[in-house]
T-cell receptor
């Protein structure tokens, strides 16, 4: 079974530029998450989707971050404009419905460097 | 507010030297406690879920245990390939979704 796919793996941009990350979850997984992991920290949830609806975006900086999950499968996370403090690894995770929803499976992440 | 504290921050072991990693938590209704392993440049890899105090789970050289206030990840006779960062996370019943609240992790280095 294929895992969670993310692209690009690395991105370097200047501050005030925009950037987008893509995620394809495990086939059949209804729930998709975006986490931000700053160096030396654990991942922090940015947004959670169930199918194509938002369940929790309370920690998403909505003045600069946006995310969508069209058709309840792939998802895109965008930052516009980027700040230096956005330098981090952006992780996508997915989980199934039911008891299996408790277990989240992560992709390899996108490492963003803002200069 | 949910809190997860992991200790130690870093641990260096000789191959074969058993030890334990600690995860202390406060949560308003525990739905589950998770252990993940993260290798450099990779996403977290799922290891275990524990749901209630007294529960234990094992996988190869790893054993996870849970009490009402903390969880331990016991590593028996570790090998160099066990070197990684181990992350603990809690999932709360007060959360309408299934978001995980992570600790900062314990960085484990096992030397030959």
């Amino acid at each position: 079974e294929a895992g969670v796919a993310q692209s690009p793996r690395y991105k370097i941009i200047e501050k005030r530029q925009s950037v987008a990350f893509w995620c394809n979850p495990i086939s059949g997984h209804a729930t998709l998450y975006w986490y931000q992991q700053i160096l030396g920290q654990g991942p922090k949830l940015l947004i959670q989707f169930q199918n194509n609806g938002v369940v929790d975006d309370s920690q998403l900086p909505k003045d600069r971050f946006s995310a969508e999950r069209l058709k309840g499968v792939d998802s895109t996370l965008k930052i516009q404009p980027a700040k230096l403090e956005d330098s981090a690894v952006y992780l996508c995770a997915s989980s199934a419905l039911g008891v299996e929803a408790y277990e989240q499976y992560f992709g390899p992440g996108t490492r963003l460097t803002v200069t | 507010e949910d809190q997860v504290t992991q200790s130690p921050e870093a641990l260096r072991l000789q191959e074969g030297e058993s030890s334990s990693l600690n995860c202390s938590y406060t949560v308003s209704g525990l739905r589950g406690l998770f252990w993940y392993r993260q290798d450099p440049g990779k996403g977290p890899e799922f290891l275990f879920t524990l749901y209630s105090a007294g529960e234990e789970k094992e996988k190869e050289r790893l054993k996870a245990t849970l009490t009402k206030k903390e969880s331990f990840l016991h590593i028996t006779a570790p090998k160099p390939e066990d070197s990684a960062t181990y992350l603990c996370a809690v999932q709360s019943n007060s959360n309408s979704g299934y978001a995980l609240n992570f600790g900062k992790g314990t960085s484990l280095l096992v030397t030959p």
